[in-house]
Nanobody, 124 residues
């Protein structure tokens, strides 16, 4: 059984940084493309970014490009989301997801496994 557990969320001020982590267990981490999504109150789930299974390719939504960075450590079965210059509109529950797509994708239906989410709140 594949499990994804996110951590690192919290309450920060605008302009601050946070690093989210997502640990994957029960599967072959190196075989997964990994994605990050978020969902703000009253809104649908939104793509944030994704990384290929070897980490050589990343893909970001326009709203976070240049501020957020995804990386992975295959030895630790962990994917990270470094978030800099946070804005109040980044407030959401952040989810990591794992899938078998050959390239990182924004399509949520390409991900087979999801974490439970971690709350990020950015105050102005």
């Amino acid at each position: 059984q594949v499990q994804l557990v996110e951590s690192g969320g919290g309450l920060v001020q605008a302009g601050d940084s946070l690093r989210l982590s997502c640990v994957v267990s029960g599967g072959t981490f190196v075989s997964y493309s990994m994605g990050w999504f978020r969902q703000a109150p009253g809104k649908g789930r939104q793509f944030v970014g994704a990384i290929s299974w070897l980490g050589g390719t990343t893909y970001y939504s326009d709203g976070v490009k240049g501020r957020f960075t995804i990386s992975r450590d295959n030895a630790k079965n962990t994917v990270y989301l470094q978030m800099n210059s946070l804005k109040p509109e980044d407030t959401a529950v952040y989810y990591c997801a794992a899938g078998f797509a050959r390239e990182p994708t924004r399509a949520s239906n390409e991900y087979n496994y999801w974490g439970q989410g971690t709350q990020v709140t950015v105050s102005s």
